[in-house]
């Protein structure tokens, strides 16, 4: 059985798509793009306010589905440049306690929005 997760807190989807499915235990949220959930808009400053924005748009859809970052089990991280990847991994490390999810990172030719990051997330209760 699956069920559809939405935050108020979080963005509304830029498409069609829901923005987390829990089944079995297994919460899917789909990738966030670092939007303000008031404006729709992306955030102001570089790389690491656009970070900290994704995952705190992540951390409101891992509150609804009553679920925490402690359930994270693996991160798709998605860059508009991969000289990035340091200034994100700052961020992502002040939301993220050892043991740390798995994750993958890529450099992409373009995230939607003109964002220089996404991230995708799968959880585990």
């Given at each position: 059985?699956?069920q559809?997760?939405?935050?108020?807190?979080?963005?509304?989807?830029?498409?069609?798509?829901s923005?987390?499915?829990?089944?079995?235990?297994?919460?899917y949220?789909?990738g966030?793009l670092?939007?303000?959930?008031?404006?729709g808009?992306?955030?102001?400053?570089?790389?690491k306010?656009?970070?900290?924005?994704?995952?705190?748009?992540?951390?409101e859809?891992?509150?609804?589905?009553?679920?925490?970052?402690?359930?994270?089990?693996?991160?798709?991280?998605?860059?508009?440049?991969?000289?990035?990847?340091?200034?994100?991994?700052e961020?992502?490390?002040?939301?993220?306690?050892?043991?740390y999810?798995?994750?993958?990172?890529?450099?992409?030719?373009?995230l939607p929005m003109?964002?220089?990051?996404?991230i995708?997330?799968?959880?585990?209760?």
């Amino acid at each position: 059985m699956k069920q559809i997760i939405a935050s108020p807190h979080a963005p509304k989807a830029v498409g069609p798509y829901s923005q987390a499915v829990e089944a079995n235990g297994t919460l899917y949220i789909s990738g966030q793009l670092p939007l303000n959930p008031e404006t729709g808009k992306i955030v102001e400053g570089g790389v690491k306010e656009q970070a900290m924005q994704c995952l705190h748009n992540i951390g409101e859809i891992l509150t609804e589905a009553d679920y925490n970052f402690a359930d994270v089990v693996k991160s798709t991280v998605l860059l508009a440049d991969m000289n990035d990847f340091a200034a994100v991994n700052e961020v992502y490390a002040s939301f993220y306690k050892e043991p740390y999810p798995a994750r993958v990172c890529y450099q992409v030719a373009k995230l939607p929005m003109g964002a220089l990051v996404e991230i995708e997330t799968i959880a585990v209760k």
